[in-house]
C-alpha cells in the first residue's frame, strides 16, 4: 500500500528549498521596493528633520512595547 510507504526524503526536500527560495526572494523583491518607496519620501528631509523622525519613532514603538510588557503582567 502506497498510504505507509516511506517518502523519498531528497525529493520533499528538494521541493522545500524551492518553495522557501521562491518566498525569499519574493520577500526580498518587497522589501527593496519599499525601501525604494521610503528613500523616495525622505530624500528631501535634512539630517535634523530625519534624527528628529528616528527618535519620534522610537519613542513610539518603545512605548508600545512597555504598554504591552506591563499589560502582560496585570
Do not use: P, W
Given at each position: 500500500m502506497s498510504l505507509f510507504e516511506k517518502r523519498?526524503?531528497?525529493?520533499v526536500?528538494?521541493?522545500?528549498?524551492?518553495l522557501i527560495g521562491k518566498v525569499g526572494g519574493s520577500l526580498?523583491?518587497?522589501?527593496m521596493r519599499f525601501a525604494g518607496y521610503?528613500?523616495?519620501k525622505t530624500v528631501?528631509?535634512?539630517n535634523k528633520s530625519k534624527i528628529i523622525f528616528l527618535v519620534l519613532v522610537c519613542m513610539l514603538f518603545g512605548g508600545a512595547s512597555l504598554?504591552?510588557?506591563?499589560?502582560?503582567f496585570n
Open positions: 523519498n526524503r531528497e525529493v526536500a528538494s521541493g522545500t528549498a524551492t526580498n523583491t518587497q522589501q521610503l528613500n523616495d528631501q528631509l535634512s504598554y504591552f510588557l506591563i499589560n502582560a
